[in-house]
């Protein structure tokens, strides 16, 4: 019998980590079902508001993920209401099998070089 890839629980999914002496809140929904997308993304303002305004670092890896409307609207509602505590913001996702002109994964930052969270 093939054991399936293990995959991380809801609890890991949503950590903080340091990376040169920076404090950084991983939202891994990598490979979620929109369900968990939504679920997860509610949960990041429980993270977020804990910090000092304006101080916080936050890595998003969309890599494989799925979404519907209410996902958008959960992830949507959530940016607003964590904006205030947000310092710097990047999004990792993978690109279609059909666009290798930049490699296999995109970078989509708000204040990052792509050095820095690549």
């Given at each position: 019998?093939?054991?399936?890839?293990?995959?991380?629980?809801?609890?890991?999914?949503?950590?903080?980590?340091?990376?040169?002496?920076?404090?950084?809140l991983?939202?891994?929904?990598?490979?979620?079902?929109?369900?968990?997308?939504?679920?997860?993304?509610?949960?990041?303002?429980?993270?977020?508001?804990t910090?000092?305004?304006?101080?916080?670092?936050?890595?998003?890896?969309?890599?494989?993920?799925?979404?519907?409307?209410?996902?958008?609207?959960?992830?949507?509602?959530?940016?607003?209401?964590?904006?205030?505590?947000?310092?710097?913001?990047?999004?990792?996702?993978?690109?279609?099998?059909?666009?290798?002109?930049?490699?296999?994964?995109?970078?989509?930052?708000?204040?990052?070089?792509?050095?820095?969270?690549?």
């Open positions: 019998m093939i054991k399936q890839r293990e995959r991380p629980n809801m609890d890991d999914r949503l950590r903080f980590f340091e990376h040169e002496g920076h404090r950084i991983l939202v891994d929904l990598s490979h979620c079902t929109a369900r968990e997308v939504e679920e997860i993304t509610r949960r990041v303002p429980d993270y977020v508001t910090q000092p305004l304006g101080s916080t670092l936050i890595l998003t890896d969309f890599g494989g993920a799925s979404f519907d409307r209410d996902t958008l609207i959960a992830m949507k509602e959530t940016a607003v209401f964590d904006k205030p505590y947000v310092k710097k913001s990047a999004l990792f996702f993978k690109t279609s099998p059909n666009n290798r002109r930049r490699g296999n994964r995109e970078p989509y930052h708000r204040g990052w070089r792509c050095e820095e969270v690549c």
